[in-house]
DNA sequence: CAATAGGGGAAAACCGGTTTACCCCTGGAG
DNA sequence: CTCCAGGGGTAAACCGGTTTTCCCCTATTG
């Protein structure tokens, strides 16, 4: 009542293991005849291959890995992530290849994470999330040989491909549309300083920022210093995620600023969030569970050995709503 | 420049693959100081355990697995998955057990993963979230025998273990507190009907019931409907998500009805939305991360054959804030 | 002092596929 | 008719640990 394994199946068949093997490979070296005798045989028997046994003679792990820092973006929070990891599922169980997850603390964890997989051989490759400036992941990985796509980074950085947007064009797209409506004192609650998501956007911003952890409690507060604070008030602001645009829409009404008639707002990140909101919030329209789809491609590309080649970055769309108001 | 074996280690230290072996694994048969010899040269190598050599000659994978159904629940919209899985990983990453992910379209398919994932002996135990009533699950993973713990089930459903929190003792005390405050009129926008949490909870509700996606969408929808209906109108409404509840109080302040003074909301999962909200939510806490740090951590019990024991259920708690009053 | 238990380690089998080397047999080319 | 290519398959090595078997040598016991 044990599991079978390809020494039953030959047995069976009357052949060796070898040509078992083959034929369950769909190598020449068996007849057609045969080949069908033991397929069949391997049905009956429920036969599964052993990963542990492929992965040991032929190297390959068969699954992919992605780690990510907890406290570093609020995961618990964020729709983002879960989005992103929905694509990259979606992608990877079409192709029966299992996700590696991990969390941990800190950035020399997760290299440290991604060493051990790749010493005991337990992905064949992974996926870089949450780039920041002088992130010594690509370097690393890089080094060690370990297959890799960075997520959210220029095609080429530290040698890895990369699977992006073109955020940078998204954010002056943002910024001539405010400015068309008449908005000159522009505002943005911004994610992480050193991440590369928020560097490429401040590349394309003009006007006061202030930098928070993407946590609603953080937009709320960010919001109210950019409205309270001394000078002249915003009368734009642009947000890196909904979830912090809704926490700042919260923040003016508490202070009886209307909006869009005193301050418009726009959300990065479309999503539930930002539909549901009163006013229905202008957003960026980003297709992240897409973008879990073609970096999970990418990947196994790379792991195959196949084509380098991308097309050009998508450009998020800017989804006008109830929110944004000429001046 | 390939990496080190244990072949390796056993030629530099003047030994055999075994004693190398014995002393990698801290077992008898080997003087200590061969031993420290042998360590010090594994270190000095660099050398780690290949998993799927030692997957394949002890028949342990050293990884434990999670599926989950990406329709039933909206989780790309919840906090709730990604805080159970933080408090999962939290406790595997710690004892450095590798997660397997992936999400199906539906229970045949999350069968069928689990399957394939047991007879490759991808893993050693997998968790089983989100379980229905008739759920075919747990005969399915009992049959094939593989260990496996129901996160949110109670102990022994099926012949398996389970982790839980009383919420059935949680509702009740949500409608007594309601009742305490004179409301007679009590309704509930549910979960997903067939799904045990919320059958557990309609076991202790009193009320008209409306049942949704947990997405705010239908959260909204189901406030409308309850708040509009023919009849009376409910002077205090219970939801069963975080999502639901803010996306309610939205639908009444479009509505024109006032939040607590007409009409009292109660939220299921405390996060940072029901805090931020306006007036904040009574909420009924619970603890997700913690219930991820005690499904993992009975799975690895289970797993090594150890300790069945399971403390009693913890209750959640209820938060009163701003959207409950006194009718 | 002989008998014996047991520690330290070598040798080899084993886990379940994959791959290489090689052999036999048949059919077509020269 | 002989030579050779190639299809069909067998036998065995191999991947990198784990575990069992067995042997030698020393220290303890009666």
Redesign the interface.
């Known amino acids: 009542m044990k599991?079978p394994t390809i020494a039953d199946i030959a047995r069976r068949a009357g052949v060796t293991k070898s040509a078992v093997s083959f034929a369950l490979n769909d190598r020449g070296g068996v007849s057609a005849e045969t080949r069908r005798r033991i397929l069949e045989i391997a049905d009956e028997l429920?036969w599964?291959?052993?990963?542990?046994?492929s992965?040991?003679s032929h190297g390959r792990?068969g699954?992919v890995?992605l780690v990510v820092d907890?406290p570093a973006r609020t995961?618990?929070?964020e729709?983002y992530?879960?989005?992103f990891?929905?694509g990259v599922?979606?992608e990877?169980?079409a192709r029966?290849v299992?996700?590696?997850?991990?969390?941990?603390a800190d950035q020399e964890a997760q290299i440290a994470?991604h060493r051990?997989?790749w010493?005991?051989?337990?992905v064949d490759g992974v996926i870089l999330v949450d780039l920041c400036v002088d992130d010594p992941r690509p370097a690393a990985i890089t080094e060690m040989g370990l297959p890799a796509v960075v997520a959210g980074g220029p095609d080429g950085l530290g040698g890895l491909p990369g699977v992006w947007d073109d955020e940078e064009a998204a954010m002056r797209a943002v910024v001539g549309y405010l400015r068309a409506l008449g908005h000159t004192r522009l505002a943005r609650v911004a994610g992480l300083r050193h991440l590369m998501h928020t560097v490429v956007r401040d590349r394309a911003f003009e006007g006061t920022v202030e930098y928070t952890d993407y946590?609603?409690?953080a937009g709320?507060k960010a919001t109210r210093a950019l409205l309270t604070g001394p000078g002249e008030r915003p009368t734009a602001i642009v947000y890196d995620n909904d979830?912090m645009a809704v926490?700042g829409l919260?923040v003016a009404?508490?202070l009886g600023i209307h909006v869009p008639g005193e301050l418009s707002l726009v959300a990065w990140d479309d999503?539930?969030?930002t539909r549901?909101?009163?006013p229905a919030l202008t957003a960026v329209s980003v297709d992240i569970?897409d973008r879990g789809v073609r970096t999970a491609r990418r990947l196994l590309d790379v792991i195959a050995g196949g084509n380098q080649e991308t097309g050009p970055p998508a450009v998020p769309e800017l989804v006008p709503r109830g929110s944004t108001e000429p001046v």
Chains 1, 2 share one sequence.
């Open positions: 599991r429920g599964q291959r052993s990963s542990a046994a992965a040991l792990a699954a890995g907890r995961l618990d929070q729709p992530f879960m989005q990891i929905s599922e979606s990877l169980s029966d299992p996700l590696l997850l991990q969390m941990t994470a051990r997989w010493a005991e051989r337990r946590s609603g409690e709320a979830v926490a919260g009404r508490e999503s539930t969030l549901l909101a009163h569970f």
